[in-house]
């Protein structure tokens, strides 16, 4: 059974450019959220996408947009790049309404020089 | 606003010590989880509690919820090395309006723990 998977791990990009992330969740499972870790911090949560909606969004500005796609995958969108974009990215995938563990994938490291 | 405290931010234990890791909370939930990151890794889920009263254990860890203190505990039993991580607890609030389902969860600072010979 496999896992959250996200892609790619590890990333480099520029100030201004924008990127894509990947997530596919755990088997079963059809709701995505996505969280941004700064070092250091705790996970701060982005969004959450069901049945291709996005649901709920913390406090985040809209350069951070996303899709879920049919099959319950999803993308984390980023544009207009920033410094303080720089940190870990990782997805969160559940079942909706149940009261079941949220699992986390490995996370992908975004790096912004 | 929901605020998730943990303390000790830091926690440096001697193998074979016990110790409780403490997180409050501000607004009434009834879901919240532990979890465990080691240094360049993701979150490994450690506990979910779902009730007032809720305790689980798994092997030298076990966690308790009391939402009417909305306060969540951590006990460590006779630390080994191996438990040297930064714990989070998190807490999951079914929103008020506009949501539709759980799974918004807020993170403490987390706690760093380190376990010394």
């Known amino acids: 059974d496999a896992g959250v998977t996200q892609s790619p791990t590890h990333l480099i990009k520029t100030r201004g450019q924008q990127v894509t992330l990947r997530c596919s969740p755990k088997s079963g499972h059809d709701t995505v959220s996505w969280y941004q870790q700064a070092l250091g911090q705790g996970p701060q949560f982005i969004f959450q996408?069901?049945?291709?909606?996005?649901?709920q969004r913390g406090n985040f500005p809209d350069r951070f947009s996303g899709h879920q796609f049919p099959n319950y995958s999803s993308e984390l969108n980023v544009n207009a790049l920033l410094l303080g974009d720089s940190a870990l990215y990782l997805c969160?995938?559940?079942?909706?309404?149940?009261?079941?563990?949220?699992?986390f994938g490995e996370g992908s490291w975004l790096t912004v020089v | 606003e929901l605020k998730v405290e943990q303390n000790p931010l830091f926690l440096s234990m001697q193998e074979g010590k016990n110790y409780t890791i403490y997180c409050n909370y501000s607004t009434t939930s009834d879901r919240l989880y532990w979890y465990r990151q080691d240094p360049g890794k993701s979150l490994e889920s450690l506990f979910v509690l779902l009730s007032n009263g809720a305790v689980k254990q798994e092997g030298r860890l076990m966690a308790s919820l009391d939402t009417k203190a909305r306060l969540s505990t951590l006990h460590i039993t006779a630390a080994v090395h191996d438990l040297s991580a930064t714990y989070f607890c998190?807490?999951?609030?079914?929103?008020?309006?506009?949501?539709?389902?759980?799974?918004?969860?807020?993170f403490g600072q987390g706690t760093i723990l380190t376990v010394h010979p």
């Open positions: 996408y069901y049945e291709e909606e996005e649901r």
């Open positions: 969160a995938s559940s079942f909706r309404g149940s009261g079941n563990t949220i699992y």
């Open positions: 998190a807490v999951d609030m079914f929103p008020n309006a506009g949501g539709t389902s759980y799974g918004k969860l807020t």
